[in-house]
């Protein structure tokens, strides 16, 4: 059987878009992360398809933007051509199609696995923190491509800016928000690796917050050779961030490797002086 990564290459190569041929499928489409890896897909030309319990704002510009969206829980309904289903573990065990796919031998994966897999061969700023994740990839990615350099954002929030969660780029650079949902940011592979906080969450998944710093703690490790960490300044456990190179960051405190100061507003912006 192929891996993840093999499938999406062989999807992804194709100079004339994936077609019925190269179908993806999602369960959960409307999910912010899950549906940033569609807009993925569907700008490759691939056939995008999926399954969501409610129809939301996200889901019509989806459907605008030609990917087929149904709302009833149908096996009827679903592609069965599809040669890559994603799911979003928030659809319950007995979901119908889900099973469906399961139980004839579709290669089902989580969205983790499939991000993990497209950023696998390339540059990756991946942005984590029990908060200010969103706001911080959402920045990088905009300065990179307001910039003109470009690159190709994953991101856990709308871009006013851009009106998505998603862009492409030529460039095999990507900036992607990493959750530490179900370890699910275990599966990147940075170059960059950002930490914004680590403060106590998930605890369903992790038990206790000893569990989860060690999650964050794992992933500095996965940092590429000769890679780097920027953390916020005074993280719990900061000694224990490994990287090949680590700087912090605050906002004014001048015992961080980087700082601002004299920082003022003018014409309603922050300025420095």
């Avoid at 928000?177 to 940011?185: G, L, M, N, P, Q």
Wanted: glycine content about 10%.
């Amino acid at each position: 059987m192929k891996s993840v990564a093999e499938i999406v290459g062989s999807l992804t190569s194709s100079p004339t878009g994936g077609g019925q041929e190269g179908a993806v499928y999602f369960l959960g489409i409307g999910g912010i992360g899950m549906s940033a890896l569609a807009r993925y897909f569907n700008s490759k030309g691939i056939a995008v398809s999926g399954y969501d319990k409610t129809e939301t704002t996200l889901c019509k510009q989806l459907s605008e933007e030609g990917i087929k969206i149904h709302y009833e829980d149908n096996v009827e309904l679903i592609d069965k051509n599809a040669k890559l289903v994603i799911y979003t573990p928030a659809v319950p065990k007995d979901h119908r199609e889900l099973n469906y796919y399961q139980q004839h031998n579709y290669t089902v994966v989580k969205r983790s696995d499939v991000l993990g897999a497209i950023t696998a061969s390339g540059f990756n700023i991946c942005v984590a923190g029990t908060h200010g994740k969103t706001t911080t990839s959402t920045m990088v990615a905009h300065i990179l491509r307001h910039s003109g350099y470009g690159c190709n954002a994953f991101l856990g929030g709308i871009a006013v800016n851009y009106n998505s969660n998603f862009w492409s780029s030529e460039k095999n650079v990507s900036v992607a928000e990493a959750d530490e949902y179900d370890r699910s940011f275990l599966k990147l592979s940075p170059d960059v690796a950002i930490i914004s906080s680590m403060d106590a969450d998930h605890l369903d998944i992790y038990g206790t917050a000893e569990n989860m710093e060690q999650a964050f703690i794992d992933f500095a490790a996965k940092i590429k050779p000769g890679g780097l960490l920027i953390s916020k300044h005074g993280l719990k456990r900061h000694d224990d961030l490994k990287a090949p190179h680590h700087i912090t960051y605050d906002v004014q405190n001048d015992k961080a490797d980087v700082n601002a100061y004299n920082i003022r507003i003018s014409n309603g912006s922050y300025v420095l002086m």
